[in-house]
């Protein structure tokens, strides 16, 4: 058996060097044909160096404080790892949407591993769990996967904290948020989440909360304030872009 696997071995690497030929990895932004080495398999180098950081963790919890008034700030500490401007195309977003609503779970873990490492730079605060944030049951049907797990299945790889998909469950079907304003945003997420078959593990906890786009953060901070009523004793933030309006 174990012969035969070595013997398919350099079967196998020719079959995917012959489909890397046929068809190249291509970055979603610029379409520029990958390395086969690549890093990434849904931007190239370029692009990615153009990505513009997210401002700091203190500049990002200043911003949160002043919309969500600082008695309503569930959050301690907010790590981003990207900018982004929705109007700004193609960019950051392109890939983005394409995790979100077109299937590509690949990219969340790849970026996720840089959230992770971005983790490691802008936090030292021990983390007991990933908490990503829930989407709704008939959501995750019509979906088929929350892309928040993709991004922290990414971070896991990295920082090697469990994830906890089950603490907690979003119980309302929220509309999008995109065409909100900031008042708008915090009446639509509150209350939209409850406990989870597994919310006991939360208890006396630290957790970082996981996103693909920050706004204006009411997700987060609701999500925080449900974690924190069953017991959460610290919840922080983590999310990919920051978005600029
Ligand atoms: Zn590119």
């Given at each position: 058996m174990i012969l035969l696997t070595r013997l398919m071995q350099p079967l196998n690497t020719m079959a995917s060097s012959l489909l890397d030929f046929l068809m190249p990895w291509r970055c979603m932004i610029c379409y520029a044909v990958l390395p086969s080495?690549?890093?990434?398999?849904?931007?190239c180098q370029r692009c990615f160096d153009q990505l513009e950081p997210a401002p700091p963790p203190h500049h990002l919890l200043a911003a949160f404080d002043r919309i969500h008034q600082t008695d309503e700030s569930a959050i301690s500490h907010i790590i981003g790892r990207w900018s982004a401007h929705?109007?700004?195309?193609?960019?950051l977003f392109d890939l983005v949407y394409a995790l979100k609503y077109?299937?590509?779970w690949q990219i969340g873990i790849e970026l996720g591993r840089e959230l992770g490492a971005a983790t490691q730079l802008l936090s030292t605060t021990r983390y007991d769990g990933l908490v990503p944030v829930p989407i709704h049951p008939a959501r995750r049907r019509e979906?088929?996967?929350?892309q928040a797990e993709a991004i922290a299945e990414g971070m896991q790889q990295v920082l090697h904290i469990p994830i906890w998909r089950n603490a907690l469950c979003r119980m309302r079907y929220t509309r999008?948020?995109?065409?909100?304003?900031s008042t708008e945003r915090m009446v639509n997420t509150r209350g939209a989440f409850g406990a989870g078959?597994?919310?006991?593990?939360?208890?006396?906890k630290t957790i970082l909360i996981v996103d693909d786009v920050f706004t204006t953060g009411s997700t987060l901070n609701s999500v925080a304030m449900t974690a924190l009523q069953l017991g959460t004793a610290r919840a922080d933030a983590a999310t990919l872009v920051v978005a600029t309006l």
């Open positions: 080495d690549t890093l990434w398999h849904y931007i929705h109007e700004r195309r193609p960019g077109y299937g590509y979906r088929g996967y929350n999008s948020q995109t065409t909100l304003s078959p597994d919310s006991t593990r939360l208890r006396g």
